[in-house]
């Protein structure tokens, strides 16, 4: 097989999977349909010959990301309670609304004119650690505290949803002042 039937093989094995994951009515068989989304998308950097960007998807999003959402959709009490209802009513206007908006970005893609790619050999994951380390860090430590607020947001609000009530009966609930 010739690298773009490869490349079209594995952006439609992407494609059918996303479709899985908003259309999956158990919260389990979402985040799994998520894993083989984020898989296939290492997959695709691996075609583009950038294997450190490959680890990194496999290492932090299918590794990191997806078990960090099983164990919270498995450990919530009401996973099992909880369906996923599909509004089977707004699937046309979302389906056309997609095919407008592919249509338009293909448009765009295919009328413009691209300079060639240059020709270069891949950087070193070393060369990208100390960037990341040297020239890159306030950026790379806001990120890390952006992450953590947003870590910390969504326990708060799941722990509102687990108790049914406004945050100051949780903290009350817990002992705290």
Known sequence: ??????????????LV?????V???DLVHAVLWLGVVLVLTAGMFLLLSAPFLAGIQLLLYT????????????????????????????????A????????????????????????SEPIPAVEIGRAFLTDHLIAFEALSVLLLAAMI???VLGRQRDFGDEPETVYRRSGRP
């Open 153 to 155: 947001g969504a326990i």
């Open 17 to 21: 999977s996303a479709a899985k994951v």
């Open 1 to 14: 097989m010739t690298e773009s039937s490869i490349f079209f093989a594995v952006a439609a094995a992407i």
């Open 63 to 94: 590794g990191g990301v997806i078990t960090l959402m099983l164990f919270g959709v498995m450990l919530t009490r009401r996973h099992r309670e909880i369906g996923v209802e599909v509004d089977s009513s707004r699937r046309l206007p979302g």
């Open 96 to 119: 056309l609304g997609a095919l407008a908006l592919f249509g338009a970005m293909a448009c765009a893609i295919f009328r413009t004119e691209l300079p060639a790619w240059p020709a």
């Open 23 to 25: 259309s999956s009515r």
